[in-house]
């Protein structure tokens, strides 16, 4: 069929980084035609007007120029004579993340979301995208990496043209130009490629083969691929920093550092251990990404049927569909023999600390937390420990604590994932998605539990759960800032209840908890801390002195606030057990909750 709606799309000056389109529609009615630009991309809870980057705009016909009515920041009418219309328009890429635009010598990273107008009343029909090859010197080499579907006229991972079964399919395809690498695998005789883009020191056959063992595991918990799912990407943009990633339905864009990635020298498949940290974090990624495929991606909160790009839409269920995810991306690497047990309770130990140790855990709910992800969770500023609670974190939280008890009752996590994409996978999940499952098995006490841990800002009872599942959970003292799990020897030292990072003068501090010695004391984010009862602090100091300092006893704190040289009494305390250690206590219960060994759906 040919497409209803096309575009043309073209790179046309690198260095400015400029990208030209030109959209052609042939009006099916008198009516105006309605043009618009999304406000948000799917997956990511923020108005980021992509409307803006647009540096000029045009529309014609075979007659000439037609008069373009802008309607407001994103939207455009046009008046037209029943002729195909052509709408040409010019926008700025250089958004180095995964949900906008962005070129220059080396990549292109193309998210249609942020690129291609809908037309009102058109979103249904297939829509058409022509990829013009660069004309730049640098990009003779370039070639195409999407998961967009592309016509037989066009050569693999050529340039020429793809086309979508409708708007929706459209925006959900990022694109990578560029040098790249290909490798590829097979999940139930399905097809994923790896792309890595650029010329890196990377053992790209690793990543592959790490890639398969992390998918494999993925797929069992809904105990297979999605039956309409034909293909899958691994879009790989590797810069010298940089970390993120966003889902798609047959793809995700990954960002990351050429170092996160293991080099041929480096690598050392079969012994878990060796994994860098770095690259157990961007493996991490990967498979977060990919149990989007079934987790937000097909299933998701009723409030998101359809999705609505204009404006704010709103969920309370981002706790299910961020937290169980992020519960679930370490343990696959676990469960795959990626990482060893060490390693994997490490992991399990950093997210209980980081979540734990915040005033915030005990403010703001994790309903909350996802209904404000638009203004709060994703415009986070100095006072965040103290205010927003992390849905994707403390949602994992919750994940293992039901887990716990699920394990107990003879059920699990798997069978409750497993029975809401079931229940709801054409309807999308209501906000009482979990309760009701849980009460459909007869299990009201803990439907109740979940709705408090939930809707309570409260803390989850792990130290109570997590022994059904063969774990014990203590906590040690604090010893710096970025403490956040292992073990580690007596420590008695002093707490300045406050995050900071290195000055020319000391340290500048960057967050305060509230109740803090460092909030006591009136110290506020910013302040520079010269030095504490006549010693000189600095990044290399503050450490050795708060283990020497007396505790309980009013010292005097000098410090910068701004041009202001000020004197400030603080009392310091002991540093509080914040830091969550995981042992195995019960070897057998730990081995039955593995995931590789969960039980069938009930």
């Given at each position: 069929?040919?497409?209803a709606?096309?575009?043309?799309?073209?790179?046309i000056?690198?260095?400015?980084?400029?990208i030209?389109?030109?959209?052609?529609?042939?009006?099916?009615?008198?009516?105006?035609?309605?043009f618009?630009?999304?406000a948000?991309?799917?997956?990511s809870?923020?108005?980021?007007?992509?409307?803006r980057?647009i540096?000029?705009?045009?529309?014609?016909?075979t007659a000439?120029?037609?008069?373009?009515?802008k309607?407001?920041?994103q939207?455009?009418?046009l008046?037209?004579?029943?002729?195909?219309?052509?709408?040409?328009?010019?926008?700025y890429?250089?958004?180095?993340s995964?949900r906008?635009?962005?070129?220059?010598?080396?990549?292109?990273?193309?998210?249609?979301?942020c690129?291609?107008?809908?037309?009102?009343?058109?979103e249904?029909?297939?829509?058409q995208?022509?990829l013009v090859?660069?004309?730049?010197?640098?990009?003779q080499?370039?070639r195409v990496?999407?998961?967009?579907?592309?016509l037989?006229s066009?050569?693999?991972?050529?340039?020429g043209?793809?086309?979508a079964e409708n708007?929706?399919?459209?925006?959900?395809?990022?694109?990578?130009l560029?040098?790249?690498?290909?490798?590829?695998f097979?999940?139930?005789k399905?097809?994923?490629?790896l792309?890595?883009?650029?010329n890196?020191?990377?053992d790209?056959?690793?990543i592959?083969?790490?890639?398969?063992?992390?998918?494999?595991?993925?797929?069992?918990?809904?105990?297979?691929?999605?039956?309409?799912?034909?293909?899958?990407?691994?879009?790989?943009w590797?810069?010298?920093?940089?970390?993120?990633?966003?889902?798609?339905?047959?793809?995700?864009?990954?960002?990351?550092?050429?170092?996160d990635?293991?080099?041929?020298?480096?690598?050392?498949?079969?012994?878990?251990?060796?994994?860098?940290?770095?690259?157990q974090?961007f493996?991490s990624?990967?498979?977060?990404?990919?149990?989007?495929t079934?987790?937000?991606?097909?299933?998701?909160p009723a409030d998101?049927?359809?999705?609505?790009?204009?404006a704010?839409?709103?969920s309370?269920?981002?706790?299910?569909?961020?937290?169980?995810?992020?519960?679930?991306?370490?343990q696959?690497?676990?469960?795959?023999?990626?990482?060893?047990?060490?390693?994997?309770?490490?992991?399990?130990?950093?997210?209980?600390?980081?979540v734990?140790?915040?005033?915030?855990?005990t403010?703001?709910a994790?309903?909350?937390s996802?209904?404000?992800?638009w203004?709060?969770?994703?415009?986070?500023?100095?006072?965040?420990?103290?205010?927003?609670?992390s849905?994707?974190?403390?949602?994992?939280?919750?994940?293992?604590?039901?887990?716990?008890?699920?394990?107990?009752?003879?059920?699990?996590?798997?069978?409750?994932?497993?029975?809401m994409?079931?229940q709801?996978?054409?309807t999308g999940t209501p906000?009482?998605a979990?309760?009701s499952?849980?009460?459909?098995?007869?299990?009201f006490?803990?439907?109740?539990?979940?709705?408090?841990?939930?809707?309570?800002?409260?803390?989850?009872?792990?130290a109570?759960l997590?022994?059904?599942?063969?774990l014990e959970?203590?906590?040690?003292?604090?010893t710096?800032?970025d403490?956040?799990?292992?073990?580690?020897?007596t420590?008695?030292?002093?707490?300045?209840?406050?995050?900071?990072?290195?000055?020319?003068?000391?340290?500048?501090?960057t967050?305060v908890?509230?109740?803090g010695?460092?909030?006591?004391?009136g110290l506020?984010?910013?302040?520079?801390?010269?030095?504490?009862?006549?010693?000189?602090?600095?990044?290399?100091?503050?450490s050795?002195?708060?283990q020497?300092?007396?505790?309980q006893?009013?010292?005097?704190?000098?410090?910068?606030?701004r041009?202001?040289?000020?004197?400030?009494?603080i009392?310091?305390?002991?540093?509080?057990?914040?830091?969550?250690?995981?042992?195995?206590?019960?070897?057998?219960?730990?081995e039955?909750?593995?995931?590789?060994?969960?039980?069938?759906?009930?």
């Amino acid at each position: 069929m040919k497409a209803a709606i096309q575009y043309q799309l073209r790179c046309i000056d690198l260095a400015a980084h400029l990208i030209e389109i030109k959209l052609t529609v042939t009006p099916t009615s008198a009516e105006p035609l309605q043009f618009c630009l999304p406000a948000w991309i799917p997956g990511s809870y923020m108005i980021r007007d992509f409307a803006r980057n647009i540096v000029s705009i045009a529309a014609s016909d075979t007659a000439g120029t037609l008069p373009l009515h802008k309607l407001d920041k994103q939207r455009w009418q046009l008046q037209h004579s029943g002729k195909t219309v052509q709408l040409t328009y010019t926008v700025y890429a250089f958004d180095r993340s995964v949900r906008a635009a962005y070129i220059d010598d080396e990549v292109a990273i193309l998210n249609p979301a942020c690129l291609c107008f809908s037309v009102l009343g058109y979103e249904q029909q297939p829509h058409q995208l022509t990829l013009v090859a660069p004309s730049a010197n640098e990009a003779q080499a370039w070639r195409v990496a999407t998961a967009l579907p592309r016509l037989a006229s066009t050569k693999p991972l050529g340039f020429g043209d793809y086309q979508a079964e409708n708007y929706s399919q459209l925006i959900d395809s990022p694109i990578l130009l560029g040098v790249f690498t290909l490798t590829e695998f097979e999940v139930d005789k399905r097809a994923h490629y790896l792309v890595i883009s650029g010329n890196n020191l990377t053992d790209q056959a690793r990543i592959t083969a790490d890639l398969e063992r992390i998918c494999l595991q993925q797929r069992q918990i809904f105990d297979g691929l999605p039956t309409d799912l034909t293909e899958y990407w691994f879009l790989c943009w590797v810069t010298d920093s940089g970390f993120g990633g966003l889902e798609h339905c047959a793809s995700t864009l990954l960002l990351c550092s050429r170092y996160d990635l293991p080099a041929p020298q480096l690598s050392a498949p079969d012994t878990p251990n060796t994994i860098s940290k770095d690259y157990q974090t961007f493996l991490s990624l990967c498979s977060h990404e990919y149990l989007h495929t079934w987790w937000v991606k097909r299933l998701k909160p009723a409030d998101f049927h359809p999705y609505q790009l204009a404006a704010e839409q709103y969920s309370r269920q981002l706790w299910i569909y961020e937290g169980f995810t992020s519960y679930f991306d370490d343990q696959a690497l676990f469960s795959s023999g990626l990482i060893d047990e060490d390693a994997y309770l490490k992991t399990l130990e950093t997210t209980i600390t980081r979540v734990t140790r915040n005033p915030s855990n005990t403010v703001q709910a994790l309903t909350d937390s996802s209904f404000d992800a638009w203004t709060k969770f994703y415009k986070q500023d100095e006072n965040a420990v103290n205010a927003i609670s992390s849905y994707y974190a403390k949602g994992a939280l919750v994940a293992l604590a039901l887990d716990a008890a699920l394990h107990q009752q003879g059920y699990s996590l798997v069978q409750l994932m497993q029975k809401m994409w079931q229940q709801y996978k054409e309807t999308g999940t209501p906000d009482q998605a979990v309760q009701s499952i849980l009460q459909q098995w007869q299990l009201f006490d803990l439907s109740a539990l979940v709705t408090s841990w939930t809707e309570q800002a409260i803390d989850i009872p792990l130290a109570d759960l997590v022994p059904l599942l063969g774990l014990e959970l203590s906590t040690r003292p604090v010893t710096k800032p970025d403490d956040v799990d292992g073990k580690q020897e007596t420590y008695n030292g002093a707490w300045l209840g406050a995050q900071y990072k290195a000055s020319s003068a000391g340290l500048t501090l960057t967050a305060v908890y509230h109740g803090g010695p460092a909030h006591q004391a009136g110290l506020m984010v910013g302040d520079e801390l010269l030095a504490i009862a006549g010693y000189r602090v600095s990044s290399d100091s503050i450490s050795e002195l708060l283990q020497r300092l007396p505790q309980q006893e009013t010292l005097s704190l000098l410090c910068f606030r701004r041009d202001r040289c000020l004197e400030r009494p603080i009392t310091l305390v002991q540093a509080p057990a914040q830091v969550a250690q995981l042992t195995v206590s019960d070897t057998q219960r730990f081995e039955q909750w593995r995931p590789c060994r969960q039980r069938s759906t009930h």
